[in-house]
């Protein structure tokens, strides 16, 4: 018996495909040929990082659909393949009850709300002095830290003005995701 808080509702056993993300979800990635293939030959350090990349997309595309964050699953989705370019990522999500609530065109202007190639946790953010420049991957339209947060003060931590509501609501190896607002 597994008991899982938070749970409303009864969950049945696992499909046999529960570990293929694309089998049990409508979750649908672009085939890239990798590990997955013996018939071709590698280059130690080649493929790694896009694999690593790939599942790292996977695992944070479910967890935000998972936890309210579904617009931006699906924004994800819309422009994995710049994504599966980055490194690694920090998102500033705005979760499905405010895009709703609110006007916005969330998906055509996700990439404003991430900063590619740079993994800042809340602890990374609050070093970093008001003022900073935060480069996204909407050029020429960098995210700005307005409020450091933490420090003597203990304001909240703000970015553009906007409260980050919850700190490292998703965090992977290569992925980090701040809800704001």
């Known amino acids: ?11 049945s056993t696992l499909s046999p495909f529960s570990c293929d ?6 979750l649908s990635f672009p085939f890239h040929p990798d590990h997955r293939s013996s018939a071709h030959v590698h280059t130690p350090g080649a493929t790694v990082l896009p694999a690593i990349m790939r599942l790292m997309l996977r ?32 998102i500033f999500a705005v979760d499905d009850l405010s895009i709703f609530s609110g006007s916005q065109s969330y998906i055509s202007n996700v990439r404003f709300h991430i900063i ?3 993994y800042l946790s809340i602890a990374d953010l609050e070093k970093l002095p008001v003022g900073t ?9 960098p995210l700005l830290i307005t409020t450091s947060g933490g420090g003597v003060t203990l ?21 980090v995701v701040h809800s704001v607002r």
């Open 59 to 90: 695992d944070t595309t479910l967890r935000l659909r998972n936890n309210g964050f579904s617009i931006l699953s699906l924004a994800m989705k819309v422009k994995y393949e710049e994504l599966i370019t980055l490194n690694n990522m920090t």
């Open 116 to 118: 590619p190639n740079r």
């Open 21 to 26: 993300v694309e089998r049990m979800t409508s």
């Open 155 to 175: 304001a909240p931590m703000r970015i553009n003005y906007v409260r980050v509501k919850v700190a490292d609501v998703i965090r992977n190896v290569k992925i």
């Open 133 to 141: 420049a935060l480069p996204t991957l909407e050029r020429g339209q």
């Open 1 to 11: 018996m597994v008991v899982v808080h938070g749970l409303q509702g009864f969950a």
